[in-house]
Structure formats: structure tokens, C-alpha cells
T-cell receptor
Framework: DGGITQSPKYLFRKEGQNVTLSCEQNLNHDAMYWYRQDPGQGLRLIYYSQIVNDFQKGDIAEGYSVSREKKESFPLTVTSAQKNPTAFYLC?????????????FGSGTRLTVV | LAKTTQPISMDSYEGQEVNITCSHNNIATNDYITWYQQFPSQGPRFIIQGYKTKVTNEVASLFIPADRKSSTLSLPRVSLSDTAVYYCLVGDNGNTGKLIFGQGTTLQVKP
């Protein structure tokens, strides 16, 4: 079955550490997205990529970095510059490059700073 | 970017029909309206999408009036498992693919 795989499901980070969240899709989708969700809130866009080797900042990109070396993969690194990284992180992909295409989401990674 | 407004929460009972209305006054000509469902600690799941009039699938119906400034998601005969957050989204017309998520509507279905 095609889909998006996020790993790990739970991640604990110490203060000052960088951590990388994995997102892999086998849907042959062109565009991929990273969202952050805080308790009781909607999703906020961190970064997105519409094509390999290219990506754009979303609304809350500070303290995060991404790469898109392969069509299937869009890893997100949470750097030590992100002051409040504890949140639920969701990766998504879509077949086209407009929001009119339906999004497929992964099951999420819950990051906690300890 | 088109912004949506929907009720923060709704309560219902099992077996009832639930209608959630979303307003999107600034919807662009090319934008579709899409609804997602999210359970706790899971990613949102696509429910239904439409452009105008009425769309129906095995899960829900979507009603869109002629002016397209609002839409109504209709869930027939809800069950306890329909308790979730429902998001109404309108795609931006800048060909960025960015979706703007609001707080959504938390639907609580009671026995």
C-alpha cells in the first residue's frame, strides 16, 4: 500500500541537541510538507518542497531545516535554535503543486524536550 | 490566502446527522474546498472535496452554495468513532500548495 511513513513515532531531545525527523513517501507525489501542531491548535506550516532540490520556508521556519535530495524523502531537522520544539510534527504530500490536490498525511512524530 | 471560519466545537448524539458549516468569504475562483478529519495523535485524513453544488461519497456530503462563500459538511448518522476534529480548508491560488489550517471544529459524539 502506498503512503507516508514518519519515524520515529516518539522522540526525546535534550536541550541544545539537533534531531532529525524522517518522512518517506512511496506515492510518487511531487510536493511534500512539514507541519507542526501544538495541543488544541491547528497545523502550522514549517517548510514545503514542490520539487527535488528545492524547498521554501513556511510560516514558522525559524529553528528548522530541511533537505529534498530524493523525491521520496523530506527529512526535517529541529535545531538547537528552535526554542520551543516540543510538539506533534506531521509530514504530508500531494500529487500536484496546488492545494486543490488532496493531501496525504503521515501518522506523525511527537517530539519532547527533556 | 483564503481564510476559513468554523465553529470551535459541536456536540451530537449517536445516530444523528451532523452539519458543520464553514465560511470562506475570500475564496478564489480556482479554489476547491476540502475537509479533513483528525483523531488525537494522528495525521489528518481527507474526507471530501468539492467546487460547487453538492458532492457525496461513502463518508459524507458537502454542500456548496452558488456564491461559494460557505460550505457545509454533513455527516449522516454519526457514531462515537466520528468524535474528532474537522478542518475546512480552501486552497490558495498562488500555486504553492500551501494549506492554511485553522483550529477546526471539535465534534463530540455522545452515546
Amino acid at each position: 500500500d502506498g503512503g507516508i511513513t514518519q519515524s520515529p513515532k516518539y522522540l526525546f531531545r535534550k536541550e541544545g541537541q539537533n534531531v532529525t525527523l524522517s518522512c518517506e513517501q512511496n506515492l510518487n507525489h511531487d510536493a511534500m510538507y512539514w507541519y507542526r501542531q501544538d495541543p488544541g491548535q491547528g497545523l502550522r506550516l514549517i517548510y514545503y518542497s514542490q520539487i527535488v532540490n528545492d524547498f521554501q520556508k513556511g510560516d514558522i521556519a525559524e529553528g528548522y531545516s530541511v533537505s529534498r535530495e530524493k523525491k521520496e524523502s523530506f527529512p526535517l531537522t529541529v535545531t538547537s535554535a528552535q526554542k520551543n520544539p516540543t510538539a506533534f510534527y506531521l509530514c504530508a504530500s500531494t500529487a500536484g503543486t496546488t492545494a486543490n490536490y488532496g493531501y496525504t498525511f503521515g501518522s506523525g512524530t511527537r517530539l519532547t524536550v527533556v | 490566502l483564503a481564510k476559513t471560519t468554523q465553529p470551535i466545537s459541536m456536540d451530537s448524539y449517536e445516530g444523528q446527522e451532523v452539519n458543520i458549516t464553514c465560511s470562506h468569504n475570500n475564496i478564489a475562483t480556482n479554489d476547491y474546498i476540502t475537509w479533513y478529519q483528525q483523531f488525537p495523535s494522528q495525521g489528518p485524513r481527507f474526507i471530501i472535496q468539492g467546487y460547487k453544488t453538492k458532492v457525496t461519497n461513502e463518508v459524507a456530503s458537502l454542500f456548496i452554495p452558488a456564491d461559494r462563500k460557505s460550505s457545509t459538511l454533513s455527516l449522516p448518522r454519526v457514531s462515537l468513532s466520528d468524535t474528532a476534529v474537522y478542518y475546512c480548508l480552501v486552497g490558495d491560488n498562488g500555486n504553492t500548495g500551501k494549506l492554511i489550517f485553522g483550529q477546526g471544529t471539535t465534534l463530540q459524539v455522545k452515546p
